[in-house]
């Protein structure tokens, strides 16, 4: 009898992990000065876990999702990247947030085998390509072709760049650097910041003196909305533009009234209730909005539909490869028109983030709110 009764509860014990095979993992800034993107990330990726499990799950197994967070730090997101890697045991993992962790964690992913759907948006994150390495924000050299596209149709050719001291900022002003002969722009001041700092007025004061004819800051966090403020009270004339990486509601609160008017590309998300019925990604995009702003009583940002589209194409490379990390990450390698929330997705051994241009859209500032300029 109590042989049997120790079958049972071995078989109970074991049904239970039955549900639980598939450990997805994920690093997202969720403290921090990068905590405004994280958190969306993380509770999106909560929402589409809970949903997809709820469902059914694959093949009748739940994923396990395993969050950690890096706190914008390189070395915690290496650090909990090999608890992931070596302890829980998964099969994927999606983050992180900023660019800095992500390439602290590159060289870990392929020792280790396992493919990695990053969320933050450098380049050099897929380039050179990595069997392993994803990732689904829209790539920092075209946000500035769509800067410098616009510029240059208006007319703009003197230009100052005030960047962030980061990996973010660091991969962002290489692109803008290579990129201005190529629209005939003439880069004429060219200032750095620290994520910690306080005022950037010394910065600007320098470029306000070279009379640009529009400036561009490159950072995430709260010092880009230091950087509005401190360019509103020293009341330059030069148009100030900004990277997606201030595409939030977030952004918009602590910038106050210093954001009004200044521009930025950004995806079809931050201003979804502006887009046309015919515009293909609003459907997918009010869907995810409904579903957010309903579980969370917050505005849904950009950033948490990095993490969407990450858990999407985790998702159909899964249903694809299976369990195999080997086959998700081929799987993921051959994803071709998928509409997610920030573009069409088409991945190939020679591009493992998949977007172009039209995924973006130029917006500005104006009443607190964002408008499309184009």
């Not at 050719?157 to 190529?182: C, H, M, P, W, Y």
Request: aromatic share 10%; with cysteine; hydrophobic share 40%.
């Amino acid at each position: 009898m109590k042989k049997m009764l120790l079958i049972l509860s071995s078989l109970i014990f074991l049904g239970g992990y039955a549900y639980a095979e598939i450990n997805l993992g994920a690093i997202f800034s969720v403290t921090g000065p990068a905590s405004y993107l994280g958190l969306p990330e993380k509770q999106t990726l909560e929402m589409l876990v809970d949903e997809y499990n709820k469902a059914g799950g694959f093949k009748g197994e739940k994923i396990n999702l395993i969050v950690y967070d890096d706190k914008g730090e390189d070395a915690e997101a290496r650090k909990k990247f090999l608890r992931l890697a070596q302890n829980d045991k998964v099969i994927t993992v999606i983050g992180p947030t900023r660019t800095g962790p992500s390439l602290a964690i590159k060289d870990e992913a392929q020792k280790n085998s396992i493919p990695l759907i990053s969320c933050a948006a450098s380049k050099v994150i897929v380039h050179p390509v990595n069997k392993f390495i994803f990732k689904t924000p829209q790539s920092d050299e075209l946000a500035v072709e769509k800067i410098y596209e616009y510029l240059q149709k208006n007319k703009n050719k003197k230009v100052a760049i005030i960047t962030s001291q980061d990996g973010f900022g660091d991969t962002g002003r290489n692109a803008l650097l290579a990129e201005a002969k190529n629209y005939g722009i003439e880069i004429i001041s060219d200032e750095r910041f620290k994520d910690t700092d306080k005022d950037m007025t010394s910065q600007l004061s320098k470029i306000a003196s070279k009379s640009p004819d529009a400036i561009i800051c490159w950072g995430i966090g709260p010092a880009p909305a230091i950087v509005a403020k401190n360019y509103k009270q020293l009341n330059i004339k030069a148009p100030l533009f900004m990277s997606h990486g201030v595409a939030s509601k977030k952004f918009l609160e602590l910038a106050g009234s210093a954001a009004e008017g200044m521009y930025l590309p950004a995806g079809r998300l931050t201003v979804v209730d502006k887009l046309s019925d015919k515009d293909k990604y609003k459907p997918i995009l009010m869907d995810y909005k409904k579903k957010f702003e309903s579980t969370y009583n917050q505005p849904v940002s950009s950033f948490g539909g990095y993490a969407y589209d990450a858990f999407m194409l985790f998702k159909l490379a899964l249903e694809k490869g299976g369990k195999d990390k080997e086959k998700i990450a081929e799987a993921l390698e051959n994803i071709k028109n998928y509409v997610g929330s920030t573009g069409t997705f088409n991945m190939s051994k020679d591009d493992h983030n998949g977007l172009g241009k039209e995924s973006f859209l130029m917006i500005r500032v104006k009443n607190n709110d964002w408008e499309i300029v184009e």
